[in-house]
């Protein structure tokens, strides 16, 4: 291979790496933060006193059937809700819960999803 070529391979290469290296880097920096383990902190939740507001403020915008404790049930009494939200942190879909959120969801979930 000639000089020339082996220099305009190596640039290309360098290039592909960089732009590989950009893709990667600005990938990860849509992810969400790090999973939290969820752990009651001692609220007595109820949907009421304490759920209502965090759906209100970050489910209801995709979900409007949760803005109420029936409408949410469907989701509770399957598992899915401590499934998406608790385990997996996949909701609220392009954000997270704060840890204060995830831990007071806890208790609701622990006591039983009370209304």
Do not use: R
């Not at 790496?17 to 609220?43: I, M, Q």
């Not at 006193?49 to 949760?66: D, E, F, M, P």
């Not at 989701?75 to 831990?103: A, C, K, R, W, Y």
């Amino acid at each position: 291979m000639s000089t020339s070529k082996k220099s305009s391979y190596y640039y290309f290469t360098g290039v592909l790496v960089a732009v590989w290296l950009s893709f990667g880097l600005g990938a990860t920096a849509c992810k969400k933060n790090k999973k939290v383990t969820p752990v009651c902190d001692g609220t007595n939740a109820t949907y009421n006193n304490t759920v209502k507001a965090i759906v209100n403020s970050n489910c209801v915008s995709c979900h409007s059937s949760y803005s109420t404790y029936s409408g949410l049930s469907s989701i509770t009494s399957n598992g899915q809700f401590t499934q998406h939200v608790l385990t997996d942190q996949d909701m609220p879909e392009g954000s997270s819960l704060s840890s204060d959120q995830l831990n007071k969801l806890q208790c609701w979930v622990n006591n039983g999803f009370p209304q």
